[in-house]
């Protein structure tokens, strides 16, 4: 909402100021809305260019930029368009002299021109003595390095969205009624949950998928909350179930939210090892495990997806043995395959349709191992039956259930959820500081899920942000026909990410895509305030005044209308910050950026501006100086015969 009426603002208080030094409604529209014409326009295209890059990201974090800066563009571009028609147009027609204002007016009024006063005086000393003012952007920008240093990071923050599931695992080869029974205990022990008015719904459901992929070694239960006013987090009743099921044996109990942009119920951390063979894999695995276990309560709810518990039976066959008494290695192969599981050995026909003969042991002679024992095999050589005992050492064991691949390269995944104080960013830091340190050269380490995600995003939002100052410099030279303006206008944007880091950091938020979001907006937000100053002073250059009067009366004039839009933005953003309910978070998020990052660059752009202008601008000119000169000097006494006669009269 501040964003897009910013632009009527500016018109509207310059028009009204126009009003009060005594002009006409309809000549104050008219020359008010002409004479912040360019600022308007200058502040609209530099808020769209800041959107611009946003739209090359790429991924599901470049779908989510992409629709935010489409909208944000095309809603500033319309705000803007109704700044310099609509506005100035019922300005004329409805904007009166006040008369006789009213005492509340008056005492604004007062309050306003006391505070002009003091921000002219103490603009005037600081204008006299710059270093301080150096000075302080200097540790502006070593406390914005800081800050970015010292806040966690992650993808998005945490969200209660009222819904979460409870994943529960048992042993790999687990058959239903093992499943069922815990599941069963499970209900019970979430029942007073549900009895205390927490949990709304509960619906507990083994095996977790449906069709063919049903696997009865697991289950789910899906919670339903009650409303937000009504509960705990959601994050302090998941650790109560955690905390209720923690001393169930030979089951795994994780309480997972559904994570937002397509991140379903995977666990955020998911940290991939690869680069060597299987055996190895788990060796590093091991050691990894070992490390968060001893060191790291951060991470809960650890679990890979390499578990040696699906039941196996080695068979080694005694080659020597079996080829004294004529027996192949394929006969016993054929006859394992034929009593374990079944083989295709003819077909008939009858009445016209064909069957097959499939082969396969009775079912009483397959549960246990001393079973395979029983059997026989028919020696090639002498035709007799010889008992596979003789011939075979038979070894239980466990593997895992399938061998994965990520990218194409041998890989063990270890995922986990996050403690309550703990960030994904400070999460995969130390998993691969504990991978460089532990693990040998050969191994690799590559990221999955929402993991993934937070490392592509990082990556390319720094990118997009530095690329978004680089467009909003180059507009801005453009628009001013010089390259010192736009570097003087860019100095408000350090203010502005420092005041915005400073932000997350005192209400210990993080890093993340909604803070980044704001970070980004901020951009627009902050060049504002040091275009109105700059164009404004360079009018009054324009007009004879002296580089420091003008400078000084540009400052004091566009306070006004510098703290009402500083003002009308962080109103904007305290619902966002005060917010409750299904996405608070997200939206507290940029709240807090915008509204201490705007504080902070109004605070410090209304001296850091006029310094850097006094310092840096004082031998340029301002935009259309080029065609005035161009225009002088095709205007010689001695080239004057070559173009056409001058009106009488005319300039």
């Known amino acids: 909402i501040g964003l897009v009426v910013d632009d009527t603002i500016v018109v509207l208080e310059n028009v009204y100021r126009r009003m009060e030094e005594g002009a006409t409604p309809l000549v104050a529209a008219y020359r008010g809305a002409r004479q912040v014409g ?72 007062r309050m306003f021109e006391r505070t002009k006063a003091l921000y002219i005086s103490s603009l005037t000393r600081v204008l006299a003595r710059p270093l301080p003012v150096f000075g302080i952007f200097s540790a502006m920008l070593a406390v914005a390095c800081v800050l970015f240093a010292l806040t966690p990071s992650e993808y998005a923050p945490r969200e209660d969205r009222g819904t979460f599931f409870v994943m529960v695992n048992a042993p790999e080869g687990a058959s239903y009624d093992y499943t069922a029974a815990y599941m069963t205990e499970i209900e019970r022990r979430l029942m007073p949950l549900v009895e205390n008015g927490e949990i709304n719904r509960l619906l507990v459901r083994a095996p977790r998928s449906f069709g063919n992929t049903a696997s009865f070694n697991d289950g789910i239960a899906v919670v339903v909350l009650h409303d937000w006013s009504e509960r705990r987090a959601a994050w302090e009743i998941m650790a109560d179930i955690r905390e209720r099921t923690s001393d169930l044996p030979g089951i795994t109990v994780s309480p997972v939210m559904r994570a937002g942009f397509g991140g379903g119920t995977s666990k955020p951390v998911q940290f991939v090892i690869g680069g060597g063979t299987y055996e190895q894999l788990r060796e590093w695995r091991d050691i990894l495990l070992a490390a968060i276990g001893d060191g790291n309560p951060g991470l809960v709810n650890v679990d890979h997806d390499h578990k040696e518990t699906k039941p196996q039976l080695r068979v080694e066959i005694d080659r020597n043995s079996a080829g004294d008494l004529g027996v192949t290695v394929g006969n016993v192969g054929r006859t394992l395959e034929t009593i374990f599981g079944s083989r295709l050995v003819t077909t008939y026909v009858e009445d016209g349709q064909e069957y097959d003969v499939i082969l396969e042991g009775e079912r009483s002679g397959q549960r246990t191992p001393s079973d395979m024992s029983n059997l026989f095999v028919r020696s090639e050589r002498s035709g007799e039956l010889i008992p596979l005992a003789n011939l075979v050492t038979i070894t239980e064991s466990a593997g895992p259930s399938s061998l994965n691949r990520y990218n194409r390269v041998r890989s063990i995944t270890i995922e986990a959820d996050i403690a309550d104080s703990y ?153 966002l910050i005060l917010s409750f309910g299904a996405g608070a978070e997200t939206r507290a998020a940029i709240g807090v950026v915008i509204f201490s990052g705007i504080i902070a660059t109004t605070a410090f752009t209304l001296f850091v501006v006029p310094v850097a202008y006094q310092t840096f601008a004082r031998g340029t000119g301002s935009p259309g100086d080029t065609q005035r000169r161009l225009e002088e000097e095709m205007e010689p006494s001695g080239n004057r015969a070559f173009g056409p006669r001058p009106v009488q009269g005319a300039e």
């Open 423 to 575: 960030t994904l960013g400070e999460a995969l830091d130390y998993l691969e500081t504990l991978a460089r340190e532990r693990l040998p050269q050969s191994a690799t380490i590559d990221y999955k899920g929402q993991s993934l995600d937070f490392k592509e995003s990082g990556s390319a939002l720094a990118f997009v942000f530095i690329l978004g100052i680089v467009v909003v410099f180059l507009v801005l030279a453009a628009q001013f026909e010089s390259f010192v303006h736009p570097l003087i206008i860019i100095t408000t944007v350090p203010l502005a990410v420092t005041g915005g880091l400073f932000g997350i950091w005192i209400s210990g938020g993080t890093i993340n895509l909604y803070t980044q979001i704001g970070l980004i907006m901020l951009v627009g937000l902050a060049a504002k305030n040091g275009i109105l100053i700059v164009e404004f002073a360079n009018q009054l250059r324009d007009e004879g005044r002296d580089f420091r009067d003008a400078l000084v009366e540009a400052a004091g004039i566009r306070l006004r209308p510098i703290l009402m839009t500083a003002i009308t933005t962080a109103a904007g953003a305290i619902p």
């Open 38 to 109: 360019f600022a308007v326009i200058a502040t609209t295209v530099v808020v769209m260019a800041v959107f611009v890059p946003l739209t090359f990201i790429e991924g599901e974090t470049g779908r989510l930029f992409s629709e935010f800066a489409i909208t944000m563009a095309a809603a500033v571009g319309f705000s803007s368009f109704v700044a310099l028609s609509l506005s100035p147009m019922l300005a004329s027609k409805i904007l009166k002299p006040a008369a006789s204002p009213t005492r509340f007016i008056q005492a604004v009024d």
